[in-house]
């Protein structure tokens, strides 16, 4: 059973607060929100379309690191805060340029509030990982770590 823990020099140390960005477990890849901090745990923008584009930068690091793309992506969840509002005047636009066909499958859900009353959005998504992707991986004991 092949896993390994994510966590990029480029994001916010998630193993100080209890938690890792992302973990590859036989052959799939769960990964934690993403939202506008950056690696100093600054909140970048107070408008959901700089919040989405840190966002997407962050889980763009994340796909990187293992060797992916967003076109990879097969599913997008979005947690907005009041998407009746964010959605078309901001968010979407973000999503447009970082995506293309065939776009992924795109899930939002409103909220009232995330972790951190600052963010507006949170974004996680899904990955296929085949079995000569996961070996490709090459953990190096600290950015990816093998469990």
């Known amino acids: 059973m092949t896993r390994y823990a994510i966590n990029p020099p480029e994001l916010k140390d998630a193993r100080e607060i209890g938690y890792?960005?992302?973990?590859?477990?036989?052959?799939?890849?769960?990964?934690?929100?993403?939202v506008a901090m950056d690696s100093d745990s600054n909140v970048i923008g107070d408008d959901i379309e700089t919040q989405?584009?840190?966002?997407?930068?962050?889980?763009?690091?994340?796909?990187?690191?293992?060797?992916?793309?967003?076109?990879?992506v097969a599913k997008v969840t979005t947690h907005i805060v009041d998407?009746?509002?964010?959605?078309?005047?901001?968010y979407k636009t973000v999503y447009w340029?970082?995506?293309?066909?065939p776009y992924?499958?795109?899930?939002?859900?409103?909220?009232?509030?995330?972790?951190?009353e600052e963010y507006l959005v949170e974004i996680?998504?899904?990955?296929p990982f085949a079995e000569e992707d996961v070996a490709s991986?090459?953990?190096?004991g600290d950015v990816i770590r093998e469990l």
């Open 83 to 90: 998407p009746e509002t964010h959605y078309y005047d901001g």
């Open 20 to 34: 890792n960005h992302a973990i590859l477990h036989d052959g799939t890849f769960y990964m934690a929100g993403q």
């Open 104 to 116: 992924p499958c795109h899930t939002v859900l409103g909220h009232e509030q995330l972790a951190n």
């Open 124 to 127: 996680e998504v899904e990955v």
């Open 52 to 72: 989405a584009r840190k966002a997407y930068e962050n889980v763009g690091i994340l796909l990187e690191t293992v060797g992916k793309t967003y076109a990879d």
């Open 137 to 140: 991986i090459e953990p190096d």
């Open 97 to 101: 340029e970082t995506f293309s066909e």
